[in-house]
């Protein structure tokens, strides 16, 4: 649950990745505002129409695409493996069984430090290159660099917050 969270808490500063990815990939976007101007209707009805379309089109998109982007992260920095370790520790508690329970509570805590790090070093290796001038990138490719590093960094000092609420219980 705690992941769900953290994941979600970065997808407001993803947002300007899944623009442009589903700009990229929204040309049916623009096929249905070039079908409205060939038509030449007045009919408001129609526009209201097209523009409820284009709209939702775009809001799946940033959807689908924030989706993939949580995925990727989940799956890059080993929170499925901590996830499935947890459940194993609640599968072996619940049965009563308190020995493979604190084995899978400890194997799950290594690896939730092992994603701590890993997140933390990436994120901050996406701020350097943002800023780092001899790379040749262009303002906006700098800014969502550094932006995204700077998100994947925070996420990093969360889920280390959160590891360190549970473990001093």
């Known amino acids: 649950m705690s992941t769900k969270r953290l994941s979600l808490s970065i997808v407001s500063t993803l947002v300007g990745i899944t623009i442009l990815i589903s700009v990229l990939a929204g040309s049916d976007i623009t096929n249905i505002f070039a079908s409205s ?25 940033l959807r689908s695409q924030g989706q993939i982007i949580i995925n990727s992260i ?12 947890l459940s194993l520790a609640y599968q072996s508690s619940f049965a009563g069984d308190v020995q493979p329970t604190l084995d899978q509570l400890e194997t799950s805590d290594n690896a ?3 994603s701590i ?10 701020i350097s290159v943002s800023k780092n001038q001899s790379v040749v990138l ?20 969360s889920a280390d917050k959160i590891h360190s609420q549970i473990s001093s219980h």
């Open 74 to 85: 989940s799956d890059q920095f080993g929170f499925d493996n901590v996830q499935s370790n």
């Open 138 to 157: 262009d303002n906006n490719t700098r800014s969502i660099m550094n932006e995204f590093g700077q998100s994947i960094s925070n996420l990093s000092t």
């Open 37 to 61: 101007s060939d038509t030449n209707t007045n009919d408001s009805q129609q526009l209201n129409t097209k523009i409820t379309q284009a709209r939702e089109e775009i809001e799946n998109g």
């Open 112 to 114: 939730l430090e092992k």
């Open 117 to 126: 790090v890993s997140l933390l070093r990436s994120g901050q290796e996406l």
